[in-house]
């Protein structure tokens, strides 16, 4: 079983900054890509920041220059630094890990990380 555990979420004023951290444990074999999502009530859920097996990333605009998606593979974790945070930012983050095997893929979710930005 994978479980994914979020953390470094909280309330922050406008302007600041915030490190999400998402570890991965149970049974992985090959990680095909690890991100972040987030979502508000009545909206879909969007892709924030992913970073792909081979190293590359992708960012949605609205956090380009501002959000860094890293990853540490030996432990399994992927983290998201947050600067100069903007209210429109809060949301619930959710990690997402995809994993390969074969020709198959799966992915898994993590429970979420509330985000709170104030003017």
């Known amino acids: 079983q994978v479980q994914l555990v979020e953390s470094g979420g909280g309330l922050v004023q406008a302007g600041g900054s915030l490190r999400l951290s998402c570890a991965a444990s149970g049974s992985i074999f090959s990680i095909r890509a690890m991100g972040w999502y987030r979502q508000v009530p009545g909206k879909e859920r969007e892709l924030v920041a992913r970073?792909?097996?081979?190293?590359?990333?992708e960012y949605a605009d609205s956090v380009k220059g501002r959000f860094t998606i890293s990853r540490d593979n030996a432990k399994n974790t992927v983290y998201l630094q947050m600067n100069s945070l903007k209210p429109e930012d809060t949301s619930v983050y959710y990690c997402?890990?995809?994993?390969?095997?074969?020709?198959?893929?799966?992915?898994?979710w993590g429970q979420g990380t509330q985000v709170t930005v104030s003017s």
């Open positions: 997402k890990l995809t994993t390969i095997s074969t020709s198959w893929l799966n992915n898994y």
């Open positions: 970073i792909i097996s081979g190293g590359s990333t």
